[in-house]
């Protein structure tokens, strides 16, 4: 008897085992199963450099199937939705495409065409990656088609057109950069597509040469950073965009006056790219800025005329965070001090100027801060504080 109940026993805790073991599976299925649902419920953005598109799972074929309780994929769908989207880029195989990683650029021939790399979408495991990770980076190639040629004069063509006499200044000092010179600064890679990179060690050579001529107590060149802002240049005119001033090479310097000029005031000077702010006769703090590229920042003195927490340029449509407007550029456009100004697409998704524009001139004529400072900047500051910009 008690060898049967000891049996009876153990046979329903063995019972009891399974249908828990069953429930709960049962369960990590259920919640896998609503995981899976409401991951294919959320928006699906695909970002590249400028600009964003937002779409649903269920547009590019990628579903939730309750027969298998697994994520189903219709091949065909997706590599429609991914030729057409190739197709929304095909613009770019007619405009010079640059990178600001390496300070490069490739310049497509007439036949090129851009393509998608497809790593994302390719496995069953990047999808399931794609579902928990709702965002894509796009990477775009450029397809040659085999003529390698073609792009090879269409290469050598750019560089020709971009290397023009660069001014720009060391301290004081206007130097033109002569064309042989900035030819020998770019350096062409691969084929078939070739990408032409301005060199940082050639940039750096000719920098070394113009040092010691210039070099003096009160002008000392930051040397990475005026490499930077050369290479910046050239690859700004590699991407048509029109530099119409002297690129200032930032320097190592101190601020002109000592602190006693008011009881609180700031200091521009665009040859350092550095703003100093002064409170009861001491140097608080350093700023690294960006003065003014397609329109001069103009010297002279000014004070802080109203605060506004963002702003919008006069052109581009560009977002400007923080802004402190000090005065007006040829008596009509008002500048000032912001953040790194940005666009923002209908999702929200924002992109902003290249952060690495900071401490060489980037601006329509204002004075740009990193994010951090323009806002530590705007709460600190009130209207009437005196602003002196100098050369």
């Not at 190739?86 to 007439?110: C, G, H, K």
């Not at 521009?268 to 100093?276: A, E, N």
């Not at 992109?351 to 060489?360: A, E, I, K, L, Y």
Request: aromatic letters at 12%; hydrophobic letters at 35%.
């Amino acid at each position: 008897m008690k060898r049967r109940y000891l049996l009876l026993t153990v046979l329903i805790s063995i019972s009891l085992l399974v249908v828990f073991t069953l429930s709960q599976d049962s369960l990590q299925k259920k919640e896998r199963k609503s995981q899976l649902e409401k991951a294919l419920d959320k928006t699906l953005y695909f970002n590249s450099q400028d600009t964003s598109r937002a779409v649903t799972f269920n547009e590019i074929g990628i579903y939730y199937d309750s027969t298998s309780e697994s994520i189903y994929i219709n091949r065909e769908k997706l590599d429609n939705y991914l030729i057409e989207l190739e197709r929304e880029y095909a613009y770019l195989s007619n405009n010079t495409i640059i990178s600001f990683e390496n300070y490069s650029f490739q310049v497509p021939s007439d036949k090129a065409k851009i393509k998608l790399y497809r790593a994302p979408f390719s496995t069953n495991e990047s999808i399931l990656n794609l579902v928990t990770n709702p965002e894509v980076k796009l990477r775009l190639y450029l397809d040659t088609l085999d003529d390698p040629d073609l792009q090879k004069q269409k290469t050598d063509s750019h560089i020709e057109k971009i290397t023009s006499p660069l001014l720009i200044k060391y301290g004081r000092n206007p130097i033109y950069i002569p064309k042989a010179t900035l030819k020998d600064f770019i350096v062409s890679e691969g084929q078939n597509p070739i990408t032409a990179r301005i060199d940082y060690d050639k940039v750096s050579q000719y920098l070394d040469t113009l040092h010691e001529k210039y070099k003096t107590d009160d002008v000392n060149v930051i040397h990475k950073e005026a490499v930077d802002a050369i290479r910046r240049s050239l690859l700004f005119r590699a991407a048509d965009y029109q530099v119409n001033n002297a690129v200032i090479l930032p320097i190592q310097g101190n601020p002109k006056s000592d602190g006693s000029l008011h009881d609180v005031y700031l200091e521009v000077i665009k040859s350092q790219q550095r703003l100093y702010r002064f409170e009861h006769g001491k140097l608080v703090k350093t700023y690294i800025v960006s003065t003014g590229l397609t329109w001069e920042t103009p010297p002279g003195e000014y004070s802080i005329q109203g605060k506004q927490k963002i702003t919008i340029s006069y052109t581009g449509n560009w977002y400007m965070p923080d802004y402190l407007p000090i005065g007006t550029i040829n008596g009509s456009y008002r500048f000032g001090f912001h953040a790194i100004p940005y666009h923002m697409d209908g999702n929200g998704n924002i992109f902003s100027r290249d952060p690495n524009t900071m401490g060489s001139p980037a601006t329509g004529g204002c004075i740009q801060l990193t994010p951090e400072e323009a806002t530590e900047l705007f709460e600190w500051a009130w209207v009437g504080i005196p602003v002196y910009v100098y050369e």
